[in-house]
């Protein structure tokens, strides 16, 4: 199983990733957890990426391709994987399905969270995440539940990098659905509901699109030409039109 899960800061990647893995048993695999693992070991890599993520930026798409393409050469993906925050932009999903074609590869589905623009700002300023595993709580839980550590908030979860945070996904990673529409890939899923309602629809996404390519397919492997349950696209925000734009008009992403 090879899913990849899609959607704007705050909008639950991490939260849905948590209960896939445990579901599945297969790896998380979330880039931003990765670079902030590396600002936490105080690598070199970490000490470059640091400011861009304090910013609200994105790291080099060189960096994430090679960060990626290591990660997934691992022998823990080889019964499948769940990525959460690659690709972001478009080079960044060529390289992936170049990536994806060189392992005999393919994605199962790709998981578009859908939540208001509102919702993701309340949502980011009130995150808690325990700073060992990175595993994310609302606001008002005191310890992580697995490792017991003082939650705390994320440096990018300020006021001054949300902003640019929501910005740069409507402008460089909004369009990068479109590359996965393409295929046929995309299941769409209301955002906005409680966490267990938004589990029951993930995981109802996933068991269809098994059904529609003939049952489970274990690892993924690809099966040419088998039909997709796909879900069309539903007046989601499209990036502002030509350069610098901003999130103004976004009423949800
Ligand atoms: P990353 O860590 O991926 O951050 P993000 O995409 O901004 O997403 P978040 O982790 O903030 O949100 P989430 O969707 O996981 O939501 P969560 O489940 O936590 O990336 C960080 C940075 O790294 C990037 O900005 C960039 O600088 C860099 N980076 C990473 N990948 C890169 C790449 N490929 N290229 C370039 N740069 C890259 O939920 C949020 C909160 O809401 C939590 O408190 C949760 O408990 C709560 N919540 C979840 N679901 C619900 C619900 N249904 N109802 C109410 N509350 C909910
Ligand atoms: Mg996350």
């Given amino acids: 199983m090879n899913l990849l899960l899609y959607g704007a800061p705050g909008s639950g990647k991490g939260t849905q990733a948590n209960?896939?893995?445990?579901?599945?048993?297969?790896?998380?695999?979330?880039?931003?957890?990765?670079?902030?693992?590396?600002?936490?070991?105080g690598s070199p890599l970490g000490q470059k990426a640091q400011p861009i993520l304090a910013a609200g930026q994105y790291v080099s798409d060189d960096i994430m391709i090679a960060m990626i393409g290591n990660r997934l050469r691992l022998p823990d993906c080889?019964?499948?994987?769940?990525i959460d925050g690659f690709p972001r932009t478009i080079p960044q999903a060529v390289a992936l399905d170049n990536l994806m074609e060189e392992l005999g590869r393919r994605f199962d589905r790709v998981l578009y969270l859908k939540v208001d623009l509102d919702e993701l700002l309340q949502r980011l300023s009130g995150r808690?995440?325990?700073?060992?595993?990175?595993?994310?709580?609302?606001?008002?839980?005191?310890?992580?539940?697995?490792?017991?550590?003082?939650?705390?908030?994320?440096?990018?979860?300020?006021?001054?990098?949300?902003?640019?945070?929501?910005?740069?996904?409507?402008?460089?990673?909004?369009?990068?659905l479109d590359h996965y529409r393409g295929e046929g890939l995309v299941s769409e899923i209301d955002g906005m509901g409680t966490i267990d309602d938004i589990s029951r629809h993930v995981l109802e996404a996933v068991s269809t699109s098994q059904l529609a390519q003939g049952g489970a397919l274990g690892a993924g492997f690809a099966r040419p030409g088998a039909p997709r349950g796909d879900v069309p696209p539903q007046g989601e925000v499209r990036p502002p039109s030509g350069r610098g734009g901003g999130a103004q008009p976004a009423k949800s992403a």
């Fill in 19 to 41: 209960m896939l893995c445990s579901h599945f048993d297969i790896p998380h695999i979330a880039t931003g957890d990765m670079l902030r693992a590396e600002i936490e070991a």
């Fill in 78 to 82: 080889s019964r499948g994987f769940i």
């Fill in 128 to 176: 808690l995440v325990c700073p060992q595993c990175q595993r994310t709580y609302p606001p008002g839980t005191a310890l992580c539940g697995a490792e017991g550590s003082a939650l705390v908030q994320r440096e990018d979860d300020k006021a001054e990098a949300v902003r640019p945070r929501i910005e740069i996904y409507l402008h460089k990673t909004i369009p990068v």
